[in-house]
C-alpha cells in the first residue's frame, strides 16, 4: 500500500499562487510516476500533471499548461506542483497519486487531497 499526503493548499484570489507537496516514499519516487488530479464537487475527476520516475518527463492537462509547474525532489521525498495565475475555474480538492500508468490517468493510489479555493 503505497501513502501519500498531500499538502499547501488554500484560499487565493484570482491571479494568485499556491505551491502544493506531495510526500511518498522514496521508493514510490524512484519507481512510480506520481501524478496529480483534482476533482470539484460533482465533478469527475481530471487529471492535471504527471512527472515520471526520472523527473526528465513532465505533461500537463491543456487547461494549466503554461501556469503550472511539476517537480520533484527526492531528497526531501517529495513533488511539488507550483500553481500560478490561479483561476475560478480552478478550484478543487487536489490529490497526488501513483501507479504503474499514472501518467496515463490511471491511478492506483492516491492521498485524501487538498483543497484549493480561489475567490475575491
Known amino acids: 500500500q503505497e501513502q501519500l499526503v498531500e499538502s499547501g493548499g488554500g484560499q487565493v484570489q484570482p491571479g494568485g499562487s499556491l505551491r502544493l507537496s506531495c510526500v511518498a516514499s522514496?521508493?514510490?519516487?524512484?519507481?512510480?510516476?506520481i501524478s496529480w488530479f483534482r476533482q470539484a464537487p460533482g465533478q469527475e475527476r481530471e487529471g492535471v500533471s504527471c512527472i515520471s520516475q526520472s523527473g526528465l518527463t513532465q505533461n500537463y492537462a491543456r487547461f494549466v499548461k503554461g501556469r503550472f509547474t511539476i517537480s520533484k525532489e527526492n531528497a526531501k521525498n517529495t513533488v511539488y506542483l507550483q500553481m500560478n495565475v490561479l483561476k475560478p475555474e480552478d478550484p478543487a480538492v487536489y490529490h497526488c497519486?501513483?501507479?504503474?500508468?499514472?501518467?496515463?490517468?490511471?491511478?492506483?493510489?492516491w492521498g485524501h487531497g487538498t483543497q484549493v479555493t480561489v475567490s475575491s
Open positions: 522514496l521508493s514510490t519516487l524512484e519507481n512510480f510516476p
Open positions: 497519486a501513483t501507479g504503474p500508468d499514472a501518467c496515463r490517468d490511471e491511478w492506483t493510489y
